[in-house]
């Protein structure tokens, strides 16, 4: 005798084993829909906005010049994190740290303290800013010869313009006014740096120079020298007029602006 339960073909389903609800299909799209930007942090929102708005896009279109710092940021951070988009991420931390240039110049424990940064984008940073500076000091550190003001101004705000605590630093020149050596002497707190003649005329003489530009930042940003500046300089000059050395200029460093005690007349 056959057995009805033998094949399974022969059972029809029922409409109760392959009737989805209505709320419960359309909740399965969306969740296979967001399925792929599940863990991309970002993803889904860049992907919502309209082409002509996305940092990236607009950047190849119109220049990196046309972008906001929030844009500029966002693309070097390339995701955001889980609640947070990449946008709204670059816009906190422009407020947290007060702009891109703290942003730039913080610690790696104060980066890598915000939720989503870590040793990889802060090595990331570091290396963006020094080929940045590179590609400026690249004419000067090819031999060419300071032509003017200017171009010591771009050289050193390149190298002194970002540091959070006070730099003394010289170019030692050759008698063409060729760099030498760049060299960053004394470093200091925020309040100052001290600077000692003796060490910087044993440099001089060791770099054979015969000429010298001396460099301090104000982490401040305010670049007006101050009369302990103006004395110090004084000091410098007479100690490396002792062995024949020019002392062409003393540059400060604030934030945008260098300032040349030459061209005051303070020297």
């Excluded at 063409?176 to 001089?204: C, K, M, N, S």
Aim: hydrophobic share 40%.
């Amino acid at each position: 005798m056959r057995n009805p339960q033998a094949t399974s073909s022969s059972v029809k389903p029922s409409a109760e084993t392959t009737r989805v609800p209505p709320t419960k299909a359309i909740s399965a799209v969306a969740d296979s829909t967001a399925a792929p930007f599940a863990n991309t942090g970002s993803a889904p929102f860049v992907a919502l906005w309209p082409t002509d708005e996305r940092p990236r896009e607009r950047l190849m279109a119109h220049g990196a010049g046309s972008l906001s710092d929030a844009e500029l940021l966002a693309i070097f951070l390339r995701t955001g994190t889980r609640g947070m988009p990449v946008m709204e991420m670059a816009r906190y931390l422009l407020e947290t740290f007060g702009g891109l240039r703290s942003i730039m110049t913080v610690s790696s424990r104060q980066f890598c303290s915000v939720k989503g940064l870590g040793t990889a984008k802060y090595a990331q940073m570091q290396a963006a800013m020094e080929m940045a500076r590179r590609v400026t000091d690249e004419p000067l550190r090819q031999g060419d010869p300071l032509k003017s003001p200017e171009d010591t101004r771009r050289f050193l705000a390149s190298r002194l313009g970002t540091y959070p605590h006070e730099v003394f630093a010289a170019l030692f020149l050759d008698n063409r006014h060729r760099i030498i050596h760049y060299r960053e002497l004394f470093r200091g707190t925020i309040d100052g740096a001290a600077v000692y003649p003796r060490e910087v005329v044993r440099q001089a003489l060791e770099d054979n120079a015969a000429a010298v530009i001396f460099a301090h930042n104000h982490p401040s940003g305010v670049a007006e020298p101050s009369q302990a500046d103006i004395a110090l300089t004084k000091r410098l000059k007479d100690a490396l007029a002792l062995v024949d050395i020019r002392v062409l200029d003393h540059m400060v460093v604030g934030h945008g602006e260098v300032v040349s005690l030459a061209e005051r007349g303070l020297m």
